[in-house]
């Protein structure tokens, strides 16, 4: 058998394909018409924050209309992620979408739009970043 594996180059034989992991990002109410009253808080560095300036909304951060520069955080990280790497973000966008059917299934087909539905910020990232970056 050990005869077999040092000379079979087929799939049989191959390393298995590694496992992408997948993230649980924290959980926001996506609200229709939301717009530049959502802008990310203002934090101080004498509340735990960082520097009293404001931070780039993710909106801001996904169209590349940021003044400021983003600090490195799950959410950037995420979308370098998607940018950088093709199979992750199938993966990602995969897990997505599942999400996605699952807040549509709890809604009826009677809902007049604007009911809203809850998901996670990083599903609403993920989709939103391959709408707006992924498009032919």
Do not use: F
């Not at 040092?6 to 990002?25: F, K």
């Not at 009253?37 to 934090?43: E, I, K, L, N, Q």
């Amino acid at each position: 058998m050990a005869d077999h594996e040092a000379r079979c180059r087929s799939a049989c034989c191959a390393a298995p394909e590694p496992v992408l992991d997948v993230v649980d990002p924290p959980e926001v109410v996506v609200m229709p018409g939301g717009g530049d009253d959502m802008r990310s808080p203002v934090d101080t560095a004498a509340g735990g924050g960082t520097s009293g300036l404001i931070r780039p909304s993710l909106w801001e951060l996904l169209t590349d209309t940021a003044d400021e520069v983003a600090m490195r955080t799950q959410m950037t990280l995420l979308m370098d992620q998607l940018e950088e790497s093709a199979p992750y973000r199938r993966g990602q966008v995969a897990a997505s979408l599942e999400a996605l059917r699952n807040a549509l299934e709890k809604a009826s087909h009677t809902a007049d739009g604007d009911e809203e539905v809850s998901m996670p910020v990083g599903t609403v990232v993920i989709i939103a970043h391959c709408l707006l970056r992924h498009q032919p």
